[in-house]
Nanobody, 124 residues
Framework: QVQLVESGGGLVQAGGSLRLSCVAS????????MGWFRQAPGEDREFVAH????????NYADSVKGRFSMSRDDAKNTVYLQMNNLKPEDTGVYYC?????????????????WGQGTQVTVSS
C-alpha cells in the first residue's frame, strides 16, 4: 500500500511561484505513472499533469502548459510540481496520485493511490 503526502502549498500573489512535493511511503514509485490533479470549491477534480515512469515523459493540461513543470526523483520516492506565473484560477487543493504504468493518465478514476492534498491560493 503506497501512501502519498503532499506539501508546498500556500498563499501566493499572482505571478508568483510555488513548488509542490509528493513523497511516497510504504512502497516505491517505480513503475507508477504519477499525476497531479486540483480541485476548486464546488468543482470536479481536474487533471493538471502526469509523468511516466518509463522515459519520464510528461503531459500537461492546456491551462498550465508553459507555466507548470512536473518531475520525479525515484531515488527519493518523490515527485514535484513547479508552478510559475501563477494565476488566481490556479487556486484549489492540489492532489498527488499514483496509477499503473500504462494508464492514459488524464482522468482521476484511473489512479489507484491519492494523497490528502495541499491548498494553493493565488491572490490577484
Amino acid at each position: 500500500q503506497v501512501q502519498l503526502v503532499e506539501s508546498g502549498g500556500g498563499l501566493v500573489q499572482a505571478g508568483g511561484s510555488l513548488r509542490l512535493s509528493c513523497v511516497a511511503s510504504g512502497g516505491t514509485l517505480s513503475g507508477y505513472t504519477m499525476g497531479w490533479f486540483r480541485q476548486a470549491p464546488g468543482e470536479d477534480r481536474e487533471f493538471v499533469a502526469h509523468i511516466r515512469w518509463i522515459g519520464g515523459r510528461t503531459n500537461y493540461a492546456d491551462s498550465v502548459k508553459g507555466r507548470f513543470s512536473m518531475s520525479r526523483d525515484d531515488a527519493k520516492n518523490t515527485v514535484y510540481l513547479q508552478m510559475n506565473n501563477l494565476k488566481p484560477e490556479d487556486t484549489g487543493v492540489y492532489y498527488c496520485a499514483a496509477g499503473l504504468t500504462w494508464i492514459r493518465g488524464t482522468s482521476a478514476g484511473e489512479y489507484t493511490y491519492w494523497g490528502q492534498g495541499t491548498q494553493v491560493t493565488v491572490s490577484s
